[in-house]
């Protein structure tokens, strides 16, 4: 997602040379990933410990492994032929079905019968909620985990808002270079070069974007209390007022207070004197 919204500049894993795709956060082998699947598949095979026969769980741990390694399930000898039977369904259901919930009804017969031989109260439906339930748990944990390995740090955190920065920059630099009817000293402003003004410091970037948008509302401010020039601008370029018009009132009534300064001025955004 942050690839697609160009804060990211690309979409692999940072782990692995593969694209970072949902699944892939689950089949990830990096030393931090598999960590983090050894506590999570701990946790799930006690719970599994508590409510389960023992060929069942080993049956669904297979079905684990088989989608984290992306192999086939192979049968023991020991799990009884129902289970078998199950596991050999589940995987007919495509490798994906059973981490995203889409489980067979013979799981839950085999669950069923177990309960049966224990004699317990519980019902089997629910157990496959449950199940269901852990299943996606996993996932959201190894996502979790993942957040956590690439967000959670202070490198990351300044990456993304220099991204961010960059982004606004660049939005910016484009509409003052094609805006002919900025005034031309205004216009000389739009002249560098955005990778130059990329390459600098963040605190002077954001100080050549705190101007930018100075001029760019200025201008705005013109168009929206100007019938003349509204005019004339359509009739040299139709519809290039056509946003202002429609947001006329509001741009009137703008204050040029919340024109602050850049964060990191004296007066920014953090200072009390604002």
Avoid at 61 to 83: C, F, N, S
Avoid at 105 to 120: A, G, P, Y
Avoid at 195 to 200: N, P, R, T
Wanted: with cysteine; charged share 30%; aromatic share 8%.
């Amino acid at each position: 997602m942050l690839y697609k919204r160009q804060e990211r500049r690309t979409d692999t894993c940072p782990s692995y040379a593969e694209v970072e795709t949902h699944r892939h956060v689950l089949k990830c082998h990096s030393n931090r990933a598999t960590t983090a699947y050894r506590v999570i598949q701990r946790n799930f095979e006690s719970w599994l410990d508590s409510t389960t026969s023992r060929d069942i769980k080993m049956a669904v741990m297979k079905q684990l492994q088989a989608y984290r390694e992306e192999e086939m399930v192979v049968d023991i000898g020991q799990w009884t032929e129902p289970v078998v039977n199950a596991s050999r369904e589940q995987m007919s259901r495509g490798p994906n079905a059973f981490i995203e919930g889409l489980l067979v009804k013979e799981l839950e017969v085999v669950q069923s019968r177990h309960l049966e031989v224990t004699q317990s109260k519980r019902q089997p439906g629910r157990w496959t909620k449950e199940l269901i339930k852990k299943l996606w748990l996993i996932s959201w944990d190894m996502w979790d985990s993942r957040n956590d390995e690439v967000h959670n740090t202070a490198a990351t955190r300044k990456a993304v808002i220099i991204a961010q920065l960059n982004s606004e920059v660049r939005e910016t630099h484009s509409w003052g270079r094609t805006n002919d009817f900025l005034p031309r000293i205004e216009r000389e402003f739009f002249t560098a070069q955005v990778e130059d003004i990329i390459q600098q410091t963040e605190y002077q970037k954001r100080t050549w974007l705190h101007i930018a948008q100075r001029f760019i509302e200025r201008d705005r401010q013109r168009v929206a209390r100007s019938r003349s020039i509204q005019i004339m601008r359509e009739y040299l370029q139709p519809g290039v007022t056509a946003h202002i018009v429609r947001h006329q009132t509001h741009i009137i009534r703008q204050s040029k207070s919340n024109f602050r300064a850049p964060a990191g001025t004296r007066r920014g955004p953090n200072d009390p004197t604002n």
